[in-house]
């Protein structure tokens, strides 16, 4: 049982680049979302999901696109980097029901954007 | 989503309990309160939950009055290691209301 996986776990992109954070869990999760957090300061939401196939826009969601094809995958696509996108990134996902069990966030992505 | 207010850092040592206190005035009624820790460079942990009373699991407790305005996540004995931010959010369970925004968290520094 591995929990939340992202990948990679360090990225350096130029400006200007796209690419795709990965993130997985294997918990059958409904629920999952993705953060980025800069120094010293708290974690905000970019794009949450409340199941395949629904997403929907966190605090923070320009610059950033994201898809939910299946229960376990939830990828974060950056179109165009930019510097101000530098900043660590995580996962998180939790289970639906009666009582929520709080979320489990995954190890993080630090992203860094030249 | 209801706002939380919690101090900005606070300061104990090594085998003291150590009481958070997080201010929820606008908290709905369909509303639960967790607390999360980060140490740094990792991803927040899930500390606890609860709706009203008290919970209390083998890392903590957590103190809600009657009112829900407010609640006390309480630390036994802490250790160096309890070293870490501690976040209170306040949040639904079902749909898009589960979702957590993040304060900027109570920073707690245990000494020796």
């Known amino acids: 049982n591995a929990g939340v996986t992202q990948t990679p776990k360090f990225q350096v992109l130029k400006t200007g680049q796209s690419m795709t954070l990965q993130c997985a869990q294997d918990?059958?999760?409904?629920?999952m979302s993705w953060y980025r957090q800069d120094p010293g300061m708290g974690l905000r939401l970019i794009h949450y999901?409340?199941?395949?196939?629904?997403?929907d826009q966190g605090e923070v969601p320009n610059g950033y696109n994201v898809s939910r094809s299946t229960t376990e995958d939830f990828p974060l696509r950056l179109l165009s980097a930019a510097p101000s996108q530098t900043s660590v990134y995580f996962c998180?996902?939790?289970?639906?029901?009666?009582f929520g069990y709080g979320y489990t966030f995954g190890s993080g992505t630090r992203l860094t954007v030249v | 989503l209801a706002k939380t207010t919690q101090p900005i850092s606070m300061d104990s040592y090594e085998g003291q309990e150590v009481n958070i206190t997080c201010s929820h005035n606008n908290i709905a009624t369909n509303d639960y309160i967790t607390w999360y820790q980060q140490f740094p460079s990792q991803g927040p942990r899930f500390i606890i939950q609860g709706y009203k009373t008290k919970v209390t699991n083998e890392v903590a407790s957590l103190f809600i009055p009657a009112d829900r305005k407010s609640s006390t996540l309480s630390l036994p004995r802490v250790s160096l290691s309890d070293t870490a931010v501690y976040y209170c959010?306040?949040?639904?369970?079902?749909?898009?209301?589960?979702?957590?925004?993040f304060g900027t968290g109570t920073l707690l520094a245990v000494q020796p």
């Open positions: 918990m059958n999760h409904e629920y």
């Open positions: 998180a996902s939790s289970p639906a029901g009666p």
């Open positions: 999901s409340v199941g395949a196939g629904i997403t």
């Open positions: 959010l306040v949040h639904g369970i079902r749909g898009a209301t589960n979702k957590l925004i």
